[in-house]
């Protein structure tokens, strides 16, 4: 139930009240065919969401994708962001047009 450790787990009984949290997620944006929110998977790559957006347009391009994502204070930092990098909840990507 908590993260998979089944040590963790309770016994449920009638009246109980369960609150299941909101699946994290992750925004995509620019030369992408769907851009919008998705669902964040676990170990997500840049190139599983940009999958999920639907793929590249003509014109995109992983090679300059950006991230925006919020530092422990709650400011927005700009990473450029790798085929293999891993993709955190909330985080903002943003994939840019190819120069050619």
Known sequence: MFRGDPTQNVAVKGG??????????????????RPGQYRLERNMTLSRAISAGGGLTSRGTEN???????????KEQEYSIRESDVLKADDVLFIKESWF
């Open 64 to 74: 300059r994708a950006v991230v925006k994502r919020r530092d422990a204070q709650g």
């Open 16 to 33: 109980d009240r369960l609150y299941v949290p909101r699946a994290e997620h992750f925004y995509i944006y620019g030369q992408v065919n």
